[in-house]
Each structure stands twice: as structure tokens, then as C-alpha cells.
């Protein structure tokens, strides 16, 4: 394990320049020391002293895991195979910039995950520093911590404290998610990837709550499930507002206006979805920041291609055809790819 973390930093530097060094620096020490806390969970399960809610939700999750394999035919490998206790409140913080009057973000390129419209950090504190000098260029910044991510198969990802405690749907849906990101990845293709991800974890928890669920999780599940789709409703709302008004003929002064005034009725949509909740505060933590066009630049890039993979799933039957079906996806161009996945959702039936 050691010695691919050290092979992998060393093809970081040798390809990147000097003000890179330390960004990758951080990024193996904070994989390296995520991945040396981490623990069998049949170590967890025998240790008298663990936490008894805790042995649950790992006992759960080999079940979620086997699952994935045998239902789902995704990586069978020693992934969520292991616990980590992170003693903090995520994995990792992701910086997302775009321009003032664009919804268009920032990409930073890697050697290994190739280009991608985030930069993560292992600390907090560098994330901020980093989003500091981003803001004093004139970007719209968001800084959000992260409660899972994929290593892509490079190292065996570990069940983290920062999510292991999600309701069975959701600690369910994040594993699919990340896995799905080891069977298939398109290299300088954000969109491509989460979109396909989410399909993967959308069909795969309405298969795993059919077969294992009980009522009361399949419940809850529809009920979060109910929530997101209204709030992302309220954010592709607000996003098409911020679009129209940089699309506009409106000097840049009038459109800077026009920003301010729809992310305080974005606040207030907010506050009124929150009644009809009944007062849920779920999505709170995503105002934490003052609002930007950081918070919407990715909103689209989990959800947009999804009609039209969820089409190629339902044509190819199973999974193990339909990931076969968007690795020849992945092997095209950025535009072909888009081309075939809205075709494919265009004729879809409704």
C-alpha cells in the first residue's frame, strides 16, 4: 500500500510544476493516513468494546457490499471491506470556483483523475486558504466538506465515521455510488461520470430496498428521496434565472444586480420549502457560505445525462451489459458521448 502511494506521488511531481508539489503533498499524506486508520470490520465486529450501533451499521454494510457484487456486478474487491475512524466531520473539502457572471466552473487537471471541476483538501484550513486566493481573483467560491469520495480502484476505499452512520438507503446508495466510479471513468469528464454514478446507485438502492429492505426503510427512503427532488427543483430554478440573466443584453453592473436579487429569492424559496417540510434543516449546511455561483456551477453534473443512462440501462437488461455499454461510451468523444446519451433519453419510453 505504501509503496503505490509513493508511486503515484512521485508520477504527480515528475508531470506537474513547483506551486503543485504542495497540493499533492497534502493529497498523499491525507490518503495515506485515511487508509492507515482503517480496520477489517470483522476486527469492529469482534471488539467487545465497540460501539453497539456502530457494529450494526457495519453488519449492514457487508450486507450492502455482498449485494453490490452479486446484484449489481460491481468491483469485487477489498473496498468497504474496512472501517476508519476519521475523527472529524468529513473526508475531505472541495473547492468549486467559477467566474462572477458564469456558471461555468473552474477545472484543475490531475495526472491520474485527469481534469476535474473540484480541487479537494484533507484539511479544512488549506481549503479555505486556497478559496481565499481564489475570491481575491474575482471567482465565486464554495468551500463543502465531503463525506465520501472514490480512489478510482487505485487503494481499497474504507467504510469512514463521516457517513457510516446514514440511514440504510443512503449509507447503501453513497457505496454504489462510489464503487460505480471504479467500474467505469471517463477521464476530463465530470458530468459523464457523476451521472452515470448516480444512475448506478438510483437503480441499484430501488433493487436493494425490493430485496432487503423492510417497509419502514423503503419509507423513509422515498420520503429523502422527496426532499432532494424539491430542492434541487429550487436550485435548477435558480440556476436557469442566473443563466438567462448572464445570457442577457444587460450591462455587467445590471447583471450583478439581477444576481444578488435571485439568490436572496432563492433564501426565501428556501425558508418556504422548509415549512412545507415541516421544518426539515437537512440542506441547511448548503447556506453556510454566502451564496454563489460556485454553490449551482455543479448542480446539473449529477443528475443531467442520467435520463439517458437510465434508457441505456433498461435497453442493456443488466448490469454487467450496461456497464460494457458505457465503457464504449467512455471511449468516444466528449461530444459524441453526449450526443448518444440524449438520443438515448429522447427515445426513451415515458
Known sequence: MKARLCVVFCLALLVSGCAQIAYYGQAAHGQFSLLDRACPIDDWLADPGADAELKAKLARSKQIRRFAVTELDLPDNRSYTEYADLQRPYALWNVVAAPALSLT???WCFPIAGCVNYRGYFSEAAAQKFAAGLRQQGYDVQVSGVPAYSTLGWFNDPLLSTFIKYPDGELARLMFHELAHQTVYAKDDTQFN????????????????????????????VQFEGLKEDFLALLLK????????????????????RKVAIF???????????LQWGGYTGFDRWFAEPLSNAHLALVATYYDLVPGFRALLAQQKNFKNFYAAVAQLAALSKEER????????RKAPI
Do not use: H
Open 105 to 107: 466552473p473552474e477545472q
Open 194 to 221: 457523476e451521472s452515470f454514478a448516480t444512475t448506478v446507485e438510483q437503480a441499484g438502492v430501488e433493487r436493494w430496498l425490493d430485496a432487503a429492505g423492510s417497509q419502514k426503510m423503503r419509507d423513509a427512503y
Open 238 to 257: 435558480c440556476r436557469a434565472q442566473l443563466a438567462a440573466n448572464y445570457a442577457s443584453d444587460l450591462s455587467d453592473a445590471q447583471k450583478l444586480q
Open 264 to 274: 436572496v429569492e432563492l433564501q426565501q424559496n428556501y425558508q418556504q420549502l422548509k
Open 338 to 345: 453526449r450526443k448518444q446519451l440524449d438520443e438515448l433519453a
